[in-house]
């Protein structure tokens, strides 16, 4: 018989992106209703690239839950010039919880991101050293590039030869889309380890382009052909430690995303716990997203899981159409539509 309810500790979002300003004060309670904590991302504009700004930010954050227990765990922007010094000092810290990688140009806010990672080895060597984890935005960006290659290509030209550099290095491949990365991780060793999107589990690429174009699907990494997206739903089947929950929850305001250019970033954090519990019992495996959403990500990053539950009961409800975001507004990940698992 099918389940009507269940009852999990409490889960964690491990790549989340809460924004600064009226947008964090709009959408940080989404998070902080679900998830016990969430990795927050540091590309704000300019980016959180030091100790200080990251302390800064979360006092930003904490405001924006007050109220709650949420705690944020942050992270620092990897740039060219990030000395090892500020690793040293962000160990020290307790609160910074990893370092992101993103590729020069790759996505939102990446401008003062990596040109060349071996710039950054005597960075890397000391994060080695000190047990902080590299989380990494997974696309190569040259332009000659497939944009539906650049997870691959990235993984042959950058990570393959980053852990022979760094073999201990701990590192989260950051929403992974592919079978190749998938197939990488699953194969890694122990230190290596990658979150999944709700969208990329629910959608390939076909979503984007279902009767015209549909800006609410276009996120990046990009999605990919329904090979991957396969790929993906059987890791989450197999129930592979190595594999955890990451939202990569990223709101843009309407008008950004329904325009000429418009940006990459799908936002979900409205409901993520209860669209992955959806992702989950339709592929059978309810019985692994405790583990997926609650066990995997804190017994990577060397931390205690929560000791408090939560409760899903099956029941259908209509996510709303928008949201507000400050003064604009938002239009959530599958806005109108019926999901049916709902956060008691
Ligand atoms: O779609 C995305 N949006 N991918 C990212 O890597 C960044 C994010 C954002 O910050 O909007
Ligand atoms: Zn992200």
């Given at each position: 018989m099918s389940k009507t309810q269940i009852t999990i500790t409490q889960p964690d979002d491990w790549h989340l992106h809460l924004r600064d300003g009226e947008a964090l004060t709009s959408i940080a309670p989404f998070t902080a209703k679900q998830f016990a904590r969430a990795i927050v991302m540091p590309n704000l504009n300019p980016p959180v690239t030091t100790v200080v700004q990251a302390v800064e930010y979360l006092d930003r954050i904490l405001a924006a839950v007050q109220g709650t227990d949420f705690e944020p765990l942050m992270t620092l922007y990897l740039t060219d010039n990030t000395r090892p010094d500020e690793i040293i000092a962000a160990r020290k810290s307790c609160f910074i919880k990893g370092v992101k990688l993103y590729?020069?140009?790759?996505?939102?806010?990446?401008?003062?991101?990596?040109?060349?990672?071996?710039?950054?080895d005597k960075t890397l060597e000391k994060m080695q050293e000190v047990g902080l984890p590299l989380l990494i935005h997974g696309e190569a960006t040259a332009p000659d590039i497939d944009v539906f290659d650049r997870e691959k290509v990235f993984i042959e030209t950058t990570l393959q030869p980053l852990m022979q550099r760094f073999p201990e290095l701990k590192v989260v491949f950051e929403h992974i889309t592919t079978k190749e990365a998938a197939d990488f991780v699953t194969e890694s060793t122990a230190n290596i380890a990658a979150t999944i999107t709700p969208q990329h589990l629910l959608f390939n690429r076909n979503a984007m382009f279902q009767g015209g174009l549909r800006p609410h699907h276009y996120c990046l990494p990009v999605l990919k052909r329904d090979t991957h997206q396969q790929a993906l739903l059987a890791v989450i089947r197999s129930g592979n430690a190595k594999f955890f929950l990451g939202t990569d929850s990223a709101p843009h305001a309407k008008s950004k995303k329904e325009s000429a250019c418009g940006c990459a970033g799908i936002f979900s954090a409205h409901a993520a716990i209860e669209i992955y519990a959806s992702i989950f019992e339709q592929q059978d495996a309810l019985d692994n997203l405790e583990a997926f959403a609650s066990f995997n990500g804190p017994d990577f990053y060397g931390l205690p899981r929560n000791s408090r539950t939560i409760t899903l009961k099956k029941q259908e409800w209509q996510i709303p159409e928008s949201y507000p975001l400050g003064s604009e507004t938002l239009v959530p990940f599958l806005a109108g539509q019926t999901i049916n698992w709902k956060l008691a």
């Open positions: 590729p020069s140009g790759a996505t939102t806010n990446s401008d003062a991101g990596v040109t060349d990672i071996r710039l950054c």
